[in-house]
């Protein structure tokens, strides 16, 4: 179990710039949650993916930020036209299903932390 | 919608001294509920979780947590920490399908 890997790990940006970030969630997750952590406060929800399809967008996530997971598996977040407000840690996590719809433990990846300029 | 809240920002306890870490929480629907614990430059882990069943949840290194429905609350607690419990925590609210609601965190900092 090499557990969840983000790439990567801290990325500087100007802005204005487009960046993108990738996920690769435990190999047998089918759900994959994306989150953002500011400075002094606790992650908040994204978005989150049930094998290829995205289920639910927060509406943190403006029209600048999209997510994918085309064939199920690693996911990627990118963000266009980047803003001095998006600097943050970008965590994902992985669960599996459990039976009845529930879900079980989300494992989280170290993070991409942005940092824009 | 769920909303879950930490009441202390910071807590400072000496080594072996017993710690409670406090978590309210709100919401009008299946309640599920963890702590998660971020180290130093690390990621987050979880710590301990409560789906259902027991009301009184045991987690990793020592950590255990009561749930309470009436006074809708989940505290965190540890009869004797150590050095190596400094982090912050952060208690969790969670949907069925996996949607977590962070708290704000709590920063435990544990002094010899």
């Known amino acids: 179990d090499t557990g969840v890997s983000q790439d990567p790990r801290h990325k500087i940006t100007k802005r204005g710039q487009n960046v993108t970030f990738r996920c690769d969630p435990i190999?047998?997750?089918?759900?994959l949650y994306w989150y953002r952590q500011t400075l002094g406060q606790g992650p908040e929800f994204l978005t989150y993916?049930?094998?290829?399809?995205?289920?639910?967008k927060s509406r943190l996530l403006s029209d600048r930020f999209s997510a994918e997971r085309p064939k199920g598996s690693f996911s990627t977040l990118e963000i266009q036209r980047t803003e001095q407000g998006d600097s943050a840690m970008y965590l994902c996590?992985?669960?599996?299903?459990?039976?009845?719809?529930?879900?079980?433990?989300?494992?989280f990846g170290p993070g991409t932390r942005l940092t824009v300029l | 919608a769920q909303s879950v809240t930490q009441l202390d920002s910071q807590v400072p306890v000496f080594e072996e001294a017993p710690v409670e870490l406090r978590c309210n929480y709100s919401?009008?629907?299946?309640?599920?509920l963890f702590w998660y614990v971020q180290y130093p430059n690390q990621g987050l882990q979880l710590l301990l979780k409560?789906?259902?069943?027991?009301?009184l949840v045991k987690g990793i290194n020592g950590f255990e947590a009561e749930f309470n429905k009436s006074q809708t609350s989940f505290h965190l607690r540890k009869p004797s920490v150590h050095i190596s419990d400094t982090a912050e925590y952060f208690c969790?609210?969670?949907?069925?399908?996996?949607?977590?609601?962070f708290g704000q965190g709590t920063i435990l900092t544990v002094h010899p």
């Open positions: 996590a992985s669960s599996p299903q459990l039976s009845q719809g529930r879900t079980d433990t989300q494992y």
């Open positions: 190999s047998e997750h089918n759900r």
């Open positions: 993916f049930q094998n290829e399809a995205q289920l639910e």
């Open positions: 919401s009008s629907v299946s309640v599920y």
């Open positions: 409560y789906l259902s069943g027991s009301t």
């Open positions: 969790v609210g969670g949907t069925s399908y996996g949607k977590l609601t």
